[in-house]
């Protein structure tokens, strides 16, 4: 089984900063693709932005300079640093990963999410 758990998430005011944690756990070989996508009430879920095993990152043009996406794979880990937060980011934040458990089988998962909300 493989769980990913996200954690960070908080109130924040306008312009400030949060960082959000995906951990990865259960019967993992590899993680290729991770990534963090936001939903806001009525609209629907979006990029923000993804990284590779490698370490090459892609991000949506609103948040470009703002936000940074790093990993550890050592800890099956991903990180979002979110700075100049904007009261348009409230959102719930959700973690994604492409993964090969143990015996080969490669699936795509999500966590359950962590809300961010940001106001004054």
């Known amino acids: 089984q493989v769980q990913l758990v996200e954690s960070g998430g908080g109130l924040v005011q306008p312009g400030g900063s949060l960082r959000l944690s995906c951990a990865a756990s259960g019967t993992i070989f590899t993680i290729y693709d991770m990534g963090w996508y936001r939903q806001a009430p009525g609209k629907q879920r979006e990029l923000v932005a993804r990284i590779t095993k490698s370490g090459s990152t892609h991000y949506a043009d609103s948040v470009k300079c703002r936000f940074t996406i790093s990993r550890d794979n050592a800890k099956n880990t991903m990180y979002l640093q979110m700075n100049s937060l904007k009261a348009e980011e409230t959102a719930v934040y959700y973690c994604?990963?492409?993964?090969?458990?143990?015996?080969?089988?490669?699936?795509?998962?999500w966590g359950q999410g962590t809300q961010v909300t940001v106001s004054s």
């Open positions: 994604n990963a492409d993964i090969v458990r143990t015996y080969g089988v490669r699936n795509d998962y």
